[in-house]
C-alpha cells in the first residue's frame, strides 16, 4: 500500500493504484450503491473523448505543452480502447453529483500521462489531476457532456436492434398478407382485417417510435462543456470556449456544438428527460406488441389460438407439454423495468437546483440501464419470437366467420336494424351469424370469404 493524501488527510490504496485521494474516498463513501464505473463501456469511453478533447483545446490555445496534452490524450486513448478499466471504482450513481467521477478520471490519467512521460516526481511538466486534465473543466460541465455523448456512442447498436425488429414484422406482413383475421376492439369482435395488416400496423408502430427515440438522441449531440462550474465559463484558459466544441468533434467523429446559451446547458436536464421518454414509449409500444401475441397465441383448446410462437423452451416444471409465450412476457418485462428507469430520469431531472443538477449520475444510469435492456431485447424479440412465428389460418378464419364481425359486411345493404335481428337471433340459437346468413340465402361461404377479403381494403 501507498499513501495519497487530499485536503482532508491522507488514505492507504494500492501500490499500484492509477488513482488517488479523491476516487478513494468516493469508492468509500458510495459503497454499495451500485454498479462502478467501468460497468459502462460506453460512458468509459465518452469520458475519455471529453477528456482528451480538453486537452488539445487547451493545447491550441496555449494553456498546456504539446507534451502534456499529448500524454494526456495518449492515456485517453488508453482507456477509449479498454485499458486501466479496473482503477474505475467509483460508483457511478455516486451522491457528489458527479465529482467522485471526474476526480476518478481526472487522477488516472494523470497518472498514466506522467508514466507514458516517464517524468521524475519534482519534474516541471509533471501533470496533475486538477491543474492539468481538468483544465477548462468543472464537474458540472464535464460529466453531463460525457453522459450525453454516452448515449450518442450507445445508440447505433440499440437502434441496429430495432431496425431488425421492424424488418422482422414487415416481412411477416409480407407473409401473412392475405390471411384474413377478426379485428378486435375492447376485446370483442369488430371488422374484418388480414394479419398483414396487422403486422404492417405493429412495424409502423416501432417505426415511428425509433423516429421520435432517433430525434432525441441527436438533440444530446448538444453539450454544456465550456460553461465550467455554472455557464461563465470562469477558471477557463483564454479561448477554450471557441476551441473545444471543433475539439469535441474530432475526439468523437462526429459533429458536436456547445450549447447556446451556456446557463441553459448547465442547469436543465430536459435533454436526458426527453431522451429516456422516448426510450419509454418505444419500450411501451414493443410491449403492446408483446401483450397482443400473448393472447392471440392463447392455446386453441381455451383461447384464440390463432398464432402459434416458436417454443423456445419448457413453460411449466409440472405440466407437462406446456408451452408458454416467453419471449412476449420478457419484452413485456423489459418495459416495465424501462418505464421504472424513466421515472427515476424524471424526478431526477425536475430536482435540479439554481445552476447544475446534482442528480445527474442517477439520470445517467437510468438511461444506460434503459438503453442495455432494450439493445438485449428487440433483437432477441425479432429473432426468437416474431420471425419464426406462424399464423393458423384456419383457425382465424373460422374464428373470423364465426364472430358478429361478419355482421358489418352486411350493414350497407340491409341496414343496422336488419343486421341487429340477424345477430340476436345468431346468439339465441348459439350458431354462427355466417350460418344464419347462408341459411336466409344472404351469401354462401365461398361468397361470404370473398366478401370479407375485400372488407378488409387490403
Not at 449531440?221 to 461563465?232: D, E, H, Q, R, S
Not at 427515476?344 to 434503459?370: D, K, R, Y
Not at 428487440?378 to 389460418?393: N, T
Not at 364481425?405 to 336494424?417: C, D, N, Q, W
Amino acid at each position: 500500500m501507498r499513501q495519497v493524501s487530499d485536503s482532508l488527510g491522507t488514505l492507504d490504496v494500492p501500490e499500484t493504484a492509477l488513482y488517488g485521494a479523491n476516487t478513494a474516498r468516493g469508492a468509500e463513501n458510495f459503497r454499495g450503491l451500485g454498479p462502478a464505473l467501468a460497468a459502462y463501456p460506453y460512458f468509459m469511453r465518452a469520458m475519455a473523448g471529453v477528456k482528451r478533447a480538453a486537452a488539445r483545446a487547451n493545447q491550441r490555445v496555449g494553456a498546456l505543452s504539446e507534451r502534456q496534452a499529448d500524454a494526456i490524450a495518449a492515456a485517453c486513448d488508453e482507456l477509449w480502447d479498454g485499458a486501466h478499466w479496473d482503477q474505475f471504482i467509483v460508483p457511478l450513481a455516486e451522491g457528489s453529483g458527479g465529482t467522485s467521477t471526474n476526480m476518478n478520471f481526472n487522477e488516472v490519467i494523470a497518472a498514466r500521462a506522467n508514466q507514458i512521460m516517464a517524468l521524475a516526481p519534482d519534474a516541471p511538466e509533471r501533470v496533475t489531476a486538477n491543474d492539468h486534465v481538468n483544465l477548462g473543466q468543472s464537474t458540472n460541465d464535464a460529466v453531463p457532456s460525457a453522459i450525453k455523448l454516452a448515449c450518442v456512442l450507445a445508440w447505433p447498436v440499440l437502434a441496429e436492434g430495432a431496425h431488425r425488429l421492424i424488418n422482422v414484422l414487415e416481412a411477416k406482413g409480407r407473409e401473412t398478407s392475405d390471411i384474413l383475421r377478426t379485428g378486435r376492439t375492447c376485446m370483442q369482435a369488430a371488422q374484418p382485417m388480414t394479419y398483414g395488416q396487422l403486422f404492417g400496423g405493429y412495424a409502423s408502430l416501432v417505426s415511428r417510435a425509433l423516429h421520435e427515440a432517433e430525434r432525441a438522441m441527436q438533440g444530446l449531440c448538444v453539450v454544456p462543456m465550456g460553461g465550467t462550474a455554472i455557464g461563465t465559463g470562469l477558471g477557463a484558459p483564454e479561448g477554450y470556449g471557441a476551441e473545444i466544441s471543433g475539439a469535441l468533434s474530432e475526439s468523437f467523429g462526429f459533429t458536436i456544438s456547445c450549447a447556446g446559451n451556456a446557463f441553459d446547458g448547465m442547469q436543465a436536464a430536459d435533454g436526458f428527460a426527453r431522451m429516456s421518454a422516448e426510450l419509454r414509449n418505444l419500450a411501451a409500444a414493443c410491449a403492446k406488441i408483446a401483450a397482443d401475441l400473448v393472447i392471440l397465441s392463447s392455446d386453441g383448446a381455451s383461447g384464440i389460438g390463432e398464432i402459434l410462437l416458436p417454443a423456445v423452451q419448457p413453460g411449466s416444471s409440472i405440466m407437462a407439454g406446456k408451452v408458454n409465450p416467453v419471449m412476449p412476457m420478457a419484452m413485456q418485462q423489459i418495459s416495465m423495468m424501462v418505464q421504472g428507469q424513466d421515472l427515476t430520469v424524471s424526478l431526477a431531472a425536475q430536482a435540479g437546483q439554481m445552476e447544475i443538477n446534482h442528480f445527474e449520475p442517477a439520470m445517467a444510469q437510468a438511461l444506460f440501464t434503459q438503453m442495455e435492456l432494450l439493445t438485449a431485447g428487440l433483437p432477441l424479440f425479432a429473432g426468437k419470437c416474431i420471425a419464426g412465428l406462424k399464423v393458423d389460418e384456419d383457425r382465424s378464419y373460422e374464428n373470423l366467420a364465426k364472430s358478429f364481425a361478419v355482421s358489418t359486411v352486411f350493414l350497407r345493404e340491409l341496414g343496422y336494424g336488419k343486421v341487429a335481428g340477424l345477430a340476436k337471433r345468431a346468439q339465441t340459437e348459439a350458431r354462427p351469424l355466417s350460418e344464419i346468413a347462408a341459411e336466409e340465402g344472404l351469401l354462401d361461404a365461398a361468397q361470404l370469404r370473398a366478401v370479407l377479403q375485400d372488407a378488409t381494403g387490403a
